[in-house]
């Protein structure tokens, strides 16, 4: 694959309302837009961290700073011919995976665009249509969850997502069952709130009939999550723990968890999240596509992992619309059918950067090109 230039470009998007979890509120999305070229096409990469240090160890900064200092020059210094060499390329580089997804999902999408064919198909994925669902923050009471859980049903997402903390759990889940009834397929997300000691809180949920509860317990656990799947029925997803496919697989060894959530920013790029899925697929596992806010790219980009086959619980990729009043994608990521998203079928991501908008909430831009290509 020949690489010429690569663009790094720092935009900060207003969310259309604030989105709240354990972890904190946010009212915008401050992230890194990375676009690769090479031999006339161009493939996009967007990245998924906080401006704050709270789901990982990543910030927007950090990452802009990783991907200007090391990995753009590492890629535009070396030949790959395949998107996986750029992984094999920035192994040595410690952590930083949101940084490397940002790019290697650029890489992706330049790789699939230069071969003709759509970034699913590069990857392996053989679906046409996948499921989808929709995360719910934590509201102001339980009356604004239960609304908004009203709303998405009769949008047809295919799983509801609640995000609970500590004095906001059992009790709005019970809400939610009381109005809407066993059908309706629910999960609680609880971003690493709780520790063992609140195990009789966690118990409680056990009643419900949830698909899942993410990540109950530390970021960075898995011992205790082993501990904890024992004494209840309702399945662990880890999500936060998983940073690689050895993660996953010491995870499932100590049956700290049912389900994985894959998300490609967490675990380094699409290559990691290809051998995490087939992982799990392997050992039984199912897994599913998390959501971290993104623009348009960054849903794309989910879009097509989804579509491999192991990806058999709906995902947090929703529509466009519910968070953005408008995207840096068109069309924009729209619903093909209660709750379906359709798997693009026109090479690499399937949509096209809506150059104006992007435009419009750039604060930072910045050019790099290769020193093999430029003698």
């Known amino acids: 694959m020949k690489i010429e230039k690569v663009d790094l470009k720092r935009l900060n998007m207003p969310l259309k309302a604030p989105f709240e979890t354990s972890f904190g509120r946010l009212t915008f999305k401050d992230f890194m837009v990375v676009s690769v070229h090479g031999d006339g096409f161009t493939g996009y990469g967007e990245s998924v961290s906080l401006p704050f240090p709270v789901y990982n160890e990543e910030t927007t900064g950090t990452v802009s700073y990783m991907l200007e200092e090391f990995l753009i020059p590492q890629l535009l210094d070396n030949e790959i011919n395949t998107p996986e060499d750029v992984s094999t390329l920035f192994h040595p580089i410690r952590r930083n995976n949101m940084a490397k997804a940002a790019i290697e999902g650029a890489v992706w999408d330049l790789f699939a665009k230069q071969k003709g064919i759509t970034l699913a198909e590069a990857l392996g994925g053989n679906k046409q249509e996948i499921d989808v669902g929709v995360s719910i923050g934590i509201e102001p009471s339980i009356e604004e969850v239960l609304s908004k859980v009203e709303r998405f049903i009769s949008e047809g997402y295919k799983k509801i997502k609640i995000k609970i903390k500590p004095g906001f759990d059992v009790e709005v889940i019970r809400a939610i069952r009381e109005k809407f009834g066993d059908d309706v397929p629910l999960m609680a997300d609880a971003n690493s709130a709780y520790t063992l000691e609140d195990i009789e809180i966690i118990k409680a949920l056990d009643e419900f009939n949830l698909m899942m509860i993410e990540q109950p317990l530390a970021h960075d656990d898995i011992i205790d999550h082993s501990l904890l799947q024992r004494e209840i029925s309702t399945p662990i997803c880890l999500d936060e723990s998983i940073h690689s496919v050895e993660d996953a697989r010491k995870a499932i060894e100590l049956g700290s968890c049912k389900i994985i959530n894959i998300k490609t920013g967490r675990v380094g790029g699409l290559t990691e999240a290809k051998k995490v899925h087939d992982l799990c697929a392997d050992k039984g596992i199912p897994v599913w596509c998390g959501g971290m806010l993104e623009a348009g790219i960054g849903r ?21 619309d519910r968070y953005w009043e408008v995207d840096i994608v068109e069309p924009e990521v729209k619903l093909s059918a209660p709750g379906m998203l359709v798997v693009p079928s026109t090479p690499g991501i399937g949509y096209n950067i809506n150059e104006e908008v992007l435009k419009s909430f750039v604060i930072e831009s910045k050019s790099f090109y290769s020193k093999l290509t430029h003698k």
């Open 300 to 320: 794309a980009h989910n879009i097509a992992l989804t579509s491999l086959t192991n990806f058999t619980i709906p995902g947090d990729t929703s529509a466009s």
